[in-house]
Each structure stands twice: as structure tokens, then as C-alpha cells.
């Protein structure tokens, strides 16, 4: 019976690590087209103040290509607007094809 315990315990761990590690994977991909934003952002906006920042989620565009969206909220001149960066990549090669900026009035 204890060595059915520890056989168990034994592939828990395993399972445990191996889903630790397809959510780092994600994260990343995140994380990296995150800053890809951040950058747009500051890069068209400079001197503006970037005040929230929201990732609006990922959408299939084909079998191997993906479009994150992120929306951020800039003051300028003390109004608020919003910014839309819509960033669509490759899953394969994890390379970006393509970049697109939407300005809103809030």
C-alpha cells in the first residue's frame, strides 16, 4: 500500500510539472508580444503618459497564425484616449507579420 503512495505521489509531480511548464510557455509568448505594444506605444505617444494597460485576448486568424489585441489607456493633454494594438503572428516561428494601431476617443 505505501509503495502504491508514493508510486501516486510520484506521477502527480510529474503531471504538475510538465502543465508548470506549457503555462510558462504561454506566458512568454504573451509576455513578448506585450512589450512588442508597450514599445509601439510609447514609441508613437512619447512624452504621454501611459495610465492602464489590458491584454483584450488572443483570436485564431488561420491554422498557424494568431492575433493578440491590447488596449491601452494615454492621456494627452489630460484627455484620455485609448490605443488599440492589434499585433497578428506566426505560431510556428513565433514571428510577427503584422502590426496595426487603432486610435479611440474615450
Given at each position: 500500500m505505501k509503495r502504491i503512495s508514493i508510486l501516486l505521489s510520484i506521477v502527480i509531480s510529474i503531471f504538475l510539472i510538465f502543465q508548470s511548464g506549457n503555462g510558462h510557455a504561454q506566458k512568454?509568448?504573451?509576455?513578448?508580444?506585450g512589450r512588442i505594444a508597450i514599445s509601439v506605444v510609447k514609441e508613437d505617444y512619447p512624452g504621454k503618459?501611459?495610465?492602464?494597460?489590458?491584454?483584450m485576448?488572443?483570436?485564431?486568424?488561420?491554422a498557424t497564425e494568431v492575433m493578440d489585441s491590447f488596449r491601452f489607456e494615454v492621456l494627452e493633454n489630460k484627455k484620455p484616449k485609448f490605443?488599440?494594438?492589434k499585433i497578428i503572428h506566426n505560431l510556428n516561428?513565433?514571428?510577427?507579420?503584422?502590426?496595426?494601431?487603432?486610435e479611440q476617443e474615450k
Open positions: 512568454t509568448d504573451y509576455e513578448k508580444y503618459e501611459v495610465v492602464e494597460y489590458q491584454y485576448g488572443r483570436q485564431k486568424v488561420s490605443v488599440i494594438v516561428n513565433q514571428k510577427l507579420l503584422n502590426l496595426s494601431i487603432e
